[in-house]
């Protein structure tokens, strides 16, 4: 047992990603096997990993969640800022803006209008919880976007710890909720068409939960409504911390 834990405190990182995967993988069966697919299993995975940060900040005594754990400590590494932006990088990587011209403006438009109204829906949250500091404000209201756009304008705009946690949460129940009732209302708002997928994609930006949604209303919409949602999050992690702050900085 000696040897192995010396080996764990030797390879923290491969460490931290077979944890990763197996909270990945034990994501996966619980939302086919009990949920049906209807909640993805990413929002599982983030779920969890909000728990076990929690645990590990209680058991290890410290503020880094599972990392303050010595055999974990390669956690902290992999969550760190390289491997974040390496992942936003990552989520973007095949997107082409060739395609997102086919939605034409429509698409275009559905991409601002949608960050600017989950923007708005966040900041307005975050004003009724009692927050006034524009930093906070702006992390809530980015959450609101997207869990990915949280964080990331988060540390961009040196946000707390508890603040992008908080912003995640946001997101993950966006995700849930976007999850859920895109093919409760797919007839509804007339998503039955590549154009709509795309516009569709662009206006809730959560990549995740456009495409689990899509999957249950038709698989053929999935590429389409996933490659704008792509878009909304790289959109989004650009002026989220920029253009949003600094109007919020001035209104506030």
Sequence with gaps: MSELIQVI???????????????????????????????????????????????GG?????EKGLS???VFKGV?????????????????????FFLIKKSGLAGMISLFLGLIIFFIVGVSLGWAWGFRDPV?????????CTYIIGPITGAALGASSDIIALSIGIGVVKTITVTIFTPILAKR??????????????????????????AATDPKLV??????????????????????????????
Excluded at 21 to 49: C, D, Q, T
Excluded at 189 to 207: K, V
Excluded at 237 to 244: D, E, G, K, N, Q
């Design 9 to 55: 405190d030797s390879y923290g990182l491969i460490v931290a990603f077979l944890v990763v995967g197996l909270v990945m993988y034990f994501s996966e069966i619980i939302s086919k096997k009990i949920f049906r697919s209807k909640i993805p299993g990413s929002a599982i995975a983030i779920f969890a990993g909000l728990v076990l940060g929690y645990i």
């Design 58 to 62: 209680v058991f290890g005594g410290g």
């Design 68 to 70: 303050d754990i010595p």
């Design 76 to 96: 902290g590494f992999m969550g760190g800022g390289m491997f974040r932006d390496f992942t936003i990088v990552a989520t973007a990587i095949s997107a082409s």
């Design 136 to 144: 906070t404000l702006t992390t809530i209201g980015a959450g609101a």
């Design 189 to 214: 708002i007339g998503l039955n068409s590549e154009g709509s997928a795309m516009s569709y994609g662009g206006l809730m930006g959560t990549t995740s939960g456009v495409a689990a949604g899509l």
């Design 223 to 252: 590429p389409y409504g996933a490659v704008t949602a792509t878009f909304y999050s790289g959109l989004g992690c650009l002026i989220c911390p920029s253009v949003f702050y600094l109007i919020l900085d001035w209104l506030v």
